[in-house]
């Protein structure tokens, strides 16, 4: 941790001391007594001289996590409002890395460096949203690269906060920057890049067996569809099926109904995802609605683009049957 008491109860940051001070140091939390860990290749934190059971979740913090606080500290520092490092509630007996306060709204900011499980973030988000506390949370590197869907936001389209501690950067992984938006307001001075998810076509994808079991099932004509659909690949976030698949379906219900509206597509979508044909990552911090309909527009603009429909204002009309191909 960052932050510690001294015996006099005032507080003091583990930048700001120094070792040669015989200076008795404790934890905001617990109460109990820890150290001063600096070096030359490590940012000064201090640290339990034995595991604290109150406060666990700090212990072992990585170089990354440490730095990545301090950054987010600094740059808020800059910002309107008032931030917090570190601070205690103890009524909810948590500790988010960073509070940010504004007139209108307390902001719990967590920088996720290492593992977690659901129920764990669930529990931490859980918590502060019922105490009033909105959350965000950003991941380190390990997330990013993982591409963790349990971290995805959405607003319409999912996206992850990443903030890179080596490039002093926030990125943002998403189609739009709609949601980023937000965070543009919040933290006004940092520079936010975005990864934009690019389709392209690759002839040598398949789609599953399940897929194709489900397909025959609902005589749904798949090897008779344009060769296009079948072999479009992306990278979807949250997404588990194949992107074909999903591309697939669609096109299967704009050659069926003709025309109509996103929403006629997303309420057959969600009964092949409720029997587990199109299978959808675990995503607590998206509504699934949003996600669905962000998913559905993305691949209406594809079939737009190849011609098959046309596709405006959420509303398409299929213009290309089978029997053209």
Known sequence: MLVAKTSTNQWCHASQVS??????????????KVYLRQGRNRTAHFVHYKKCDQDTFSEGETEEH??????????????????EL?????????????????????????????PITCEKMLERTQGYERAGY?????????????????????????????LSVSK????????????????????????????????????????????????????IPIFSFPIP???????????KS???EVLSVIYFMCQTFQKGDIYLINSHLCKWIDKKVIVLAFMPLVEKEVYLTHLITLCLQILSTLNFVHFKNNHWKFICSLQDI
């Open 134 to 162: 909105k959350v965000i949370w950003i991941v380190g590197r390990m997330h990013a690269q993982k591409q963790t869907s349990l971290f995805l936001y959405a607003s319409p389209a999912p996206y992850r906060i990443y």
């Open 229 to 239: 659909i079948l072999t479009c690949y992306a990278k979807y976030p949250g997404l």
């Open 66 to 83: 440490i730095q990545g606080k301090l950054l987010l500290y600094n740059w808020l520092s800059q910002c309107e409002g008032s931030v």
């Open 86 to 114: 570190e601070p205690y509630l103890p009524k909810l007996k948590q500790r988010p890395d960073l509070l940010y306060t504004t007139c209108t709204q307390k902001i719990a900011i967590e920088f996720q460096c290492s």
């Open 242 to 244: 194949k992107f074909s």
């Open 19 to 32: 070792r040669e001070k015989e200076t008795c140091y404790f934890c905001p939390s617990c109460r109990c």
């Open 168 to 219: 002093r950067v926030l990125y943002a992984h998403s189609h739009v920057i709609h949601r980023v938006i937000e965070l543009q307001k919040l933290f006004h001075n940092i520079h936010i890049q975005q990864h934009t998810i690019h389709y392209y076509h690759r002839v040598s994808s398949q789609v599953s067996k399940s897929f194709l079991r489900r397909a025959y099932v609902e005589r």
